[in-house]
């Protein structure tokens, strides 16, 4: 099975459109494309109720990180720091970019 594309990538910058973390700001930390969802730096925190076990692992209640459907997510433009679609084009060189459908900067360098 082929892998599939986002529009969002590792590192991106992105607000969280609707659900209980809704308007909240983050970055993204990991991709699962098999589920179609990512994993947001502070958002959508959970509770793990974890087993002491191995040499280092503390037992008690951690909290992490619970990914976030891609569909409920939206990238932020670093230029106008708001919440935007994204284009793709073709530069001169042959490279693909994104760039910002409301003020028209490249999002990829």
Do not use: Q, W
Request: aromatic share 2%; hydrophobic share 35%.
């Amino acid at each position: 099975m082929a892998k599939k594309k986002f529009y969002i990538r590792k590192n991106d910058k992105v607000m969280v459109i609707t659900g209980k973390e809704k308007g909240k700001i983050g970055t993204v930390l990991k991709i699962i494309p098999e589920k179609e969802r990512a994993i947001v730096e502070k958002l959508n925190m959970v509770k793990r109720h974890t087993k002491p076990g191995g040499k280092s692992a503390k037992g008690g209640i951690v909290e992490k990180e619970s990914p976030i459907h891609i569909s409920n997510l939206m990238l932020v433009c670093g230029k106008c720091a708001e919440a935007t679609r994204i284009g793709k084009k073709v530069l001169e060189d042959g490279s693909k970019v994104r760039f910002c459908k409301k003020c028209g900067e490249m999002l990829d360098k």
